[in-house]
């Protein structure tokens, strides 16, 4: 009898968990994808046979490295760095890199995983790819972040290329690590090339590249209120983080006419009840990028505010949650509580960020629930735009780029609604993004026989 992975589910994840001892982030994201597929694949034979599943689940390859600096006290530090380049079936590898003390060969492998899907829904040619280091931004000078973005690209180099794979930022790396990083590939190199996205204007970067990932999330949960015929005005939302997306999620909101009533950092939340206007939001996007403070500083600033350290903001009641830190940040207790407080849909800024216990919660529940994997997306949307403008070499409007953006998250949404619409008119978004990104890679796999 021929080898094939008709398996059955739980025989499936038992070798995935089996292959990929300790790294529990990277088979849960492996799970929820599975979940879904098992469902659509049951009667596609030829998935079966060429063992796409099994196949979509190992990553083309992972690189890891050693990353030496010095830091401004003469020490010679040593961090680990990674590429984990998952598949490249439906153009180069493209994602983010991230720098955070919890990054892991699993944390990354999750992402690359997930970022493959995403990229597929935007209906753009990129493939899956993640990476970044252990190494913490938090208390380094300036002049220490540079030096490690050059000692990480010395070695990033060879890996990567305006045509195999193009890293953007991701927790730890805006727009001056991107810089720090760009300039080294060119210096080494000697090419001038879009091999980064998420590049200052000067060099490269596209327009709304920075609002893209926040803004995104924002129009990904409109089109969801739409299908109810309902809209962001007058809606309380809770957001999490205070980094790049959560505090362009909050804009948007927002600029829509909702009030954004929490932001959070990893020491806790504050709860604004007066609502966090654009000043505010202003105030924040300062405080926490440029002068690297704490969410909690927040309070001394605007009366009325809480802080409650140590803490998510979940518990406060909302019509709308968006969280935007990081994986596993929402519960499954953390949904329960959502639900019963009324809350009607959640868009999810960050990646996985709502774990499994509480993705099942959300869908009995049947609220309108967009996965990260749909919902923020626009990020890395507008970065393949901006491998489009660079390879014309020319800029587009903001106009334009705000357009394409809106039009790129009402097709990602009419994409999941298309695999995901249940009865009674109910959208399983997490289904219906799962299917129809797996179905583009699957496909394209297919096509190129056994590799
Ligand atoms: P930033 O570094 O700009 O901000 C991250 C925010 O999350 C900060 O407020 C940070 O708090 C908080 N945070 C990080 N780790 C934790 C933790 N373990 N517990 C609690 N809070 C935490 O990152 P981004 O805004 O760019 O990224 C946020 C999320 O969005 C990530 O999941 C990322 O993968 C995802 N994403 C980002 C995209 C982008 O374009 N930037 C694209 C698509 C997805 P503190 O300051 O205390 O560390």
């Given at each position: 009898m021929a080898i094939t992975d008709h398996v059955d589910f739980n025989g499936f994840m038992e070798g995935v968990k089996r292959r990929n001892p300790y790294q529990p982030e990277f088979v849960q994201a492996v799970q929820e994808v599975a979940e879904d597929i098992f469902d659509f694949m049951e009667d596609k034979e030829e998935y079966h046979a060429q063992q796409i599943l099994r196949r979509i689940s190992e990553p083309d390859r992972v690189v890891s490295f050693r990353v030496c600096w010095e830091d401004d006290a003469g020490n010679i530090r040593v961090q680990r760095g990674w590429r984990v380049q998952n598949n490249n079936a439906i153009g180069p590898y493209k994602g983010g890199i991230r720098f955070h003390p919890s990054v892991t060969e699993s944390v990354l492998k999750f992402l690359a995983f997930e970022q493959t899907f995403k990229n597929a829904l935007t209906g753009l040619p990129m493939g899956g790819g993640k990476g970044g280091s252990n190494?913490?931004?938090?208390?380094?000078s300036v002049r220490e972040i540079m030096r490690f973005c050059q000692s990480f690209m010395t070695e990033l180099y060879r890996h990567i290329g305006a045509d195999v794979d193009v890293p953007a930022g991701d927790i730890g790396v805006g727009g001056r690590e991107i810089g720090f990083m760009f300039g080294q590939y060119k210096r080494i190199t000697n090419q001038f090339t879009g091999?980064?996205?998420?590049?200052g204007l000067e060099y490269g970067g596209s327009l709304i590249r920075p609002e893209a990932t926040g803004y995104g999330a924002v129009y990904f949960l409109a089109e969801m209120l739409a299908t109810r015929d309902?809209?962001?005005?007058g809606k309380t939302a809770v957001v999490s983080g205070s980094g790049n997306v959560a505090t362009h999620a909050a804009e948007k909101i927002t600029q829509l006419g909702g009030k954004v009533v929490t932001l959070s950092d990893s020491g806790g939340f504050i709860h604004d009840p007066d609502g966090i206007t654009q000043e505010k939001i202003d105030w924040v996007k300062a405080h926490k990028t440029h002068r690297r403070g704490r969410i909690q500083d927040y309070c001394e600033e605007f009366e009325n505010a809480s802080f409650h350290p140590?803490?998510?903001?979940?518990g406060v009641p909302c019509d709308v949650a968006l969280p935007c830190a990081t994986q596993n940040e929402l519960l499954g207790e953390d949904a329960r509580t959502l639900v019963a407080n009324g809350c009607m849909a959640v868009s999810e800024?960050?990646?996985?960020?709502?774990?499994l216990d509480g993705v099942h919660v959300f869908k009995a529940a049947r609220l309108l629930y967009a996965p990260g994997k749909a919902a923020n997306a626009g990020g890395v949307a507008v970065s393949g735009l901006e491998m489009s403008q660079n390879s014309e070499r020319r800029a587009w409007k903001e106009e334009e780029l705000q357009q394409m953006l809106k039009d790129i998250m009402a097709g990602i949404h009419e994409r999941c609604m298309t695999y995901g619409r249940q009865d009674?008119?109910?959208?399983?978004y997490v289904k219906g993004a799962n299917i129809a990104g797996f179905k583009k890679v699957a496909d394209a796999m297919l096509a190129f026989g056994v590799v």
């Open positions: 190494f913490n931004p938090k208390g380094k091999v980064l996205t998420g590049k309902d809209g962001l005005v140590g803490k998510t903001p979940w800024g960050a990646n996985m960020p709502t774990d009674g008119g109910y959208c399983d």
